[in-house]
């Protein structure tokens, strides 16, 4: 595994009341690849060194801390804190969402990476979905364009 790479080569689901290992992804595809970007990883080792210190100050050791994280578990705690800071409610589904966004928005119009990014095999649903959206990747796009055929028109004349 490179520094800034995430291997996700497993997805765990629940039959009934057990959870099951599927050696697989969601996909179907075994070891999807996530680049994490520095930035994140910043974020990362920062929160860690929170929760350390916030762990180290407890007498008691919560028995969340390591423990698996359910889906409905993590809505239910993010709506608790978005009512508890009078925040707009989100769902765990929107970061998906707003991932695409901002990747979009930040100039990158290679809509074969985003699906990579995201495990999106069908690239229509990202095209209908957010194809549309940004008025920054088209203006960047017709940039790219302009420059492009500048200096081609520069070369062969």
């Not at 680049?35 to 080792?45: C, S, W």
């Not at 060194?49 to 698996?68: D, Y």
Request: one cysteine or more; hydrophobic letters at 40%.
């Amino acid at each position: 595994m490179d520094a800034n790479t995430l291997n996700i080569d497993k997805t765990l689901f629940r039959v009934s009341e057990v959870y099951v290992v599927k050696p697989t992804t969601k996909i179907g595809k075994s070891g999807e690849r996530v680049i994490v970007l520095d930035f994140t990883i910043e974020r990362l080792k920062e929160w860690n060194r929170i929760r350390s210190e916030w762990v180290m100050k407890m007498k008691e050791r919560p028995k969340f801390l390591g423990e698996l994280v359910k889906m409905p578990n993590y809505a239910d705690m993010l709506r608790t804190l978005c009512r508890r800071h009078e925040l707009m409610h989100v769902t765990p589904h929107m970061f998906r969402h707003t991932h695409e966004a901002i990747l979009l928005e930040s100039g990158i119009a290679d809509i074969n990476y985003i699906g990579e990014r995201l495990g999106d095999t069908d690239k229509t649903i990202l095209l209908n979905t957010y194809g549309h959206m940004s008025k920054r990747s088209e203006q960047l796009s017709n940039e790219k364009v302009n420059h492009f055929m500048s200096a081609w028109l520069e070369k062969i004349e």
